[in-house]
């Protein structure tokens, strides 16, 4: 019986029917392969899957080994080294340096959850901003009275987030503190 999983759209939000699982299969020749339209696809058809919301999972065809993750990387690889980059040389070699570093977790904890949050941040100007696409009454002016409009909504959104973003950073030095983090490890947490 196939997996079935539920799809989570950008928002965060879950849709309301389980959706089955979309199995790429992934050969030795580095093709892709969807088992349900039976077909090969490439990394940009996998993209925009991850831009629908499908769930998905990359399978190797071989050993059956989840190269999800490998896959999602090679999509970040192409979209940094094509156009503007998202990450500054600086950010990805503090990313590099959390490997192997105690606080690896945390750090991806803290980014998972910050990304979280500046998703529902973007998904609440966007309902704020529906209806401004019509062809038939954009225009440059109106961008710009709604962006004046919005200067006070964007910093009370961007305020929200950051401080949300701050209030999770404390929250994990606190359970640090506790020793929550590090259960019976001698120095973490026991206080003296």
Partial sequence: MP??????APSGTEDAAP?????????PNRRLYDT???????????????????????????SGEDLTRSILLQIILEEETGGVPMFSTPMLANIIRFYGHAMQG??????????????EVQARFAEQSKGLYDPKTFTPETWAQFMSGQA??????????LEQSKN?????????QAGAL???????????
């Fill in 182 to 192: 590090f259960p019976g490890m001698p120095g973490f947490g026991a206080k003296r």
């Fill in 36 to 62: 349900r339209t039976s077909s090969y696809i490439t990394l940009a058809d996998v993209k925009q899957m991850v831009l629908g919301a499908e769930t998905f999972e990359v399978r190797d065809a071989k």
């Fill in 19 to 27: 959706t089955e699982m979309r199995v790429l299969k992934k050969y």
């Fill in 168 to 176: 999770l950073f404390v929250q994990m030095q606190e359970q640090m």
């Fill in 152 to 161: 006070p909504l964007m910093q009370g959104l961007m305020g929200n987030y």
């Fill in 106 to 119: 945390m750090m991806g904890n803290y980014l998972e959850k910050n990304l979280q949050t500046f998703v």
């Fill in 3 to 8: 997996a079935t999983r539920r799809s989570t």
